[in-house]
């Protein structure tokens, strides 16, 4: 079987993901897509040479009965509305981040979703599909270390633009770490606070950089995250996860090691979508593997696109006051805690 | 374009490929299949659901007006006259080690493939397309560490069985390290001799292991290759290569780090197909790519196959005398000049 | 020129330094000895073969003429009044920390070190010795990685016994850290503050472990530091250095690569006193040396030990509280100020 | 006790033995003099502010009854008679490679000391004391890897002055390989073989740079040696050892870790001083430490001296026949066959 898609947005990451399904993984199609600059949804059938419809709105494509799945890669106030028509037609659903901008919106999705009666949603929380991380979790669900007491990660960018304001440390760079570590450790977060380092002459005016995060889950868990987006020197995810019965650290991207100048040296990557390439590929088959193994997708659901939501918001809070803030998760519905193997 | 592919030989890695092209990669689609076992044929095209013809050999598949290429999967000795069959046929081939058992074999095709006057033929050397290789591939030619004087090598397998005997560690093992390593430093071998350490208990009475060749180059740079094939703690390959600037090193297969119990340790694989996953999977995209963007593959040619076959007859016989051996290649043809970029 | 000691406790630390001047460095000679209990004195005269005077108490050794300087290893509560005997007497003074239990006790220290008018005390903080913080200094202060933004650091160990509690994890452990980051990073402290993650089920009732404490430095830097005492798996002190130009990380122990059974691992000290052992050697020689060059000791001061202890109090107010807490210091003496190289 | 020492040759490395045993090192004290230039000794006694008897030659100084060990630092050519005249009088010696410039000499030296009938003579291979080399020994008389099947090495130094010629890869550099590594795995050495990859273009005319040496022990342990002298990027010294269970690798130089534009990096030495520094440290330490407590020396003997002499002189032949040379050693006598713990 080959899933049938439809793009909804075909700007940079509209434009990767329809490359990858074409000219890199298997078991996918882009039939149909849409945006709202509609040359740029010309373009994209003629770049890709794609066999596609070009429709001039979500609506229209999701009506498409030639369309198994959408992907979302609209810009991000838009993609609610995009999912609720995508699942009320009974359409699977690949979104990137954020699934909703409010934590309402989120639910929204999730109601529609129990009313379809299974689980139609993937959120594009890569991260989970990159090597180190998954052999992070096996270390940790194999238990080797034990009981986790603690969590020290960092996120850097080698630097931002001046569209990047404080915000969006939360926004656009915290929340792949939200998804990932309570997904990683099996907890929920329970509060979350902020510090403020001595800044870096790197960041403008409107950018606090870096800032520390600490994020405390129901099991006590204590989660320190450092996001530095000017930090110079490379795109660098860093996780160390703190148990028991011993330590466990996500490994280096792989480097040639050069002996050179009194100095032995790796390279660091300087472009993040080089870091997750092999994630994002994954992400997308693993999408269409789960559709053909079990009739649904087995990825980051609704309810984790939620669990972002609320705890993204409670860090801008954190972020606004200076004060800790609670972490107001609503009860996991059971809908969402049946698991299938892929 | 959709590379249509026929498979000749549907063993084990016959039906690794098969999974490769049909549920992990793009651009290709498996449209016939035969074996001389034709149950094995038919459990293929069962097992992937393939919607492809079953022949009763490789001369009636090589007819069939519905492939464009043709996967050789079969048995070493029957490799030969398979891809000459293919290639006075016009298809695309993409051979397993070795494109024949002998030298003059290798010529045979040669000279076939420069009858039909354009590149057919890829072999199977996978270690190209490993993203280390490929990094010290960079880094050599991009003269990081000036030229090269010295290569350092080691091939390590856990452990093999009763079948592999000492001339295996040319045939079966040091074979990659012939190809990839000329491939890397851009040079023609010129010599090579062998040296027996001491021999591992854990090796059977026919088989001497481990065992370190020394080729010469015709540039003088020296490589130095372990080849051990029972070495217990897992599968291992190891390459460095000393410049007259600095030293360039394989990174090593990334893994968590765990500190547990005075130890601070990564995983070493044991499993030789999960070492060259990615690389397997990028050899055959690459193939299909090349053939849609330039109409010809680009990766290890019929030259480069002459190369291994007349270089590993060097070394069994280097085995044999325990003396210094010539590699007598011919002259390149310019046919095999060509580059194109992929 | 041959320092002549007199050690005030022989005790387990004390035996060690006696060691460390009769067997491993230069410079120096024990002639006097004092113990709570004589017996003990008398062994280490014996044991280590001294031609040392035993004296009943303190203030009779200090008042032997013999005598250039004094150790005080004798346990925390008494090392104020050792050391001002030992100053009003104009001996030198390397004292074992704390230099005095209240900040009180440094001040009256300091007082009387400057009515000396030359500096005579070296607090015992040994890791501004270690090979390792020494290269990481070396690197901040040739501006490697630009102005200092942020530390992040960690104490463990393997286990602790059951008199270890809460407030230990501060006197006996973070006391290190205390004045190696402020020493490191040229920085005064300015306030603290200590989260309790997830108690590890290894340690006893009255101990809560791990601890993490965050000190903000005069100039902003954000010092994360935690503190865990049964960590099961070795003794480890990690230290890393963020800037606005890059980052700067302690080495590892250097460790022999075993490549085992699918590991590649290196050791870890479980033992502390290995970890430091270069580092109590260069403490003492340079103590040696600084008094031999320049008639005073150049090692951590009686402004340090003040330091420390200002910090510890807040950090255990911090602990008591739940709160944050301001570290104040007094303004720094001129006195403490001049610097001669060593 | 304190070991009183007679120095043959106030050159660099007598005035750094002579710095050790006063300044760093316990249990020495240096109490006589003497080098072919006069100037040179007093030079050494003025700047050490030694209390020392400056004599006009080794035969004035041995007889000196106010010392009790002798250091040999004179040049190469005149150790063997001041050693001869030392062990006569039945002072210690330690003497700095080589023992002797021939096998006989060292053979003589031998017997004189059997004759004397208890050990004098401590040849100056630092490497033993190494920290990581020690490390090595122990993970291998501890079995961890099984029986040693093979060795790989590499001598590289940043670049050498013109008066270094291709004989001096041996007698200077290879000599500590010679003597580490048959130390390292309690094996001696069968045959040697030497081969010259593509030479440097940063060597001058009379110097082969690389080199390859081959040894082959009695065991049958194949051991790889690079020599390369001018590999530009700095001083580094590489063994791995390769076992029927498992491989062990010595430690690199541990050196803080810098992330900065786009590479992470550690430093390497430059200078072979400070990678050794600790292990002089320590040999001579050690043998102060073995005179006090067995009244001879542990470390490498003059049997190992002749080991050196004799595998160096096949080395030599090797290099200039370009044919195997056997390594031919007399018996071991019993004599150096005690073993005393230090």
């Known amino acids: 079987m080959t899933v049938r898609v439809g ?58 009965g030639n369309i198994d799945a959408v992907f979302i890669t609209s810009w991000g106030p838009a993609h609610e509305s995009s999912v609720l028509l995508a699942v009320e037609a009974g359409k699977y659903v690949f979104c990137e981040k954020p699934l909703a ?22 959120v594009g929380f890569m991260r989970r599909y990159d090597e180190g991380y998954a052999q992070l979790k096996e270390t940790l669900d194999q238990n080797e270390i034990g009981n986790v007491l603690m969590v020290r990660a960092a996120h850097r960018n080698a630097a931002v633009d001046e569209s990047y304001k404080t915000n969006m440390a939360v926004t656009e760079t915290l929340i792949h770490e939200i998804d990932a570590l309570h997904w990683l450790i099996h907890d929920d977060y ?15 005016a409107e950018l606090q950089d870096p800032q520390v995060f600490t994020l405390k889950t129901k099991q006590g868990v204590l989660i320190n995250v450092e996001v ?12 160390e996860v703190i148990g028991e019965e011993g330590i466990a650290r996500l490994p280096e991207v792989p480097s040639v090691i050069v002996r050179k100048q009194s100095k032995a040296s790796t390279n660091i990557l300087n472009d993040w979508k ?34 972002a939501a609320v705890t993204a918001d409670a860090c801008l809070k954190a972020q606004e006051t200076g004060e800790e803030q609670d972490v107001l998760l609503g009860e996991k519905p059971e809908f969402y805690e049946q698991k299938l193997h892929v």
């Open 274 to 307: 080089l870091r997750f390439m092999d994630a994002y590929n994954k992400e997308l088959q693993n999408f269409f593997d789960a559709i053909e193994a079990y009739g649904q997708p087995q990825g980051p659901s609704a309810w984790d696109g939620y669990i």
């Open 101 to 122: 901008t409010t934590a309402e919106g989120c639910l929204r999705i999730i109601e529609a979703e129990k009313k379809h009666g299974r689980r139609l949603v993937q």
């Open 228 to 239: 530095f987006v000017n930090c110079r020197y490379g795109y660098d995810i860093q996780c």
């Open 7 to 64: 793009v909804i947005g075909t700007g940079a990451i509209g434009r990767e993901h329809i490359s990858r399904v074409e000219n890199v993984i298997s078991g996918g199609r882009i039939t149909a897509v849409t945006d709202v600059n509609e040359q740029s949804a010309q373009s994209a059938v003629r770049d890709f040479n794609l066999n596609a419809a070009i429709y001039p709105d979500d609506q229209a494509l999701v009506a498409d």
């Open 190 to 204: 329970h509060s979350v606070k902020v510090d403020f380092p001595r800044k870096t002459k790197h960041a403008h």
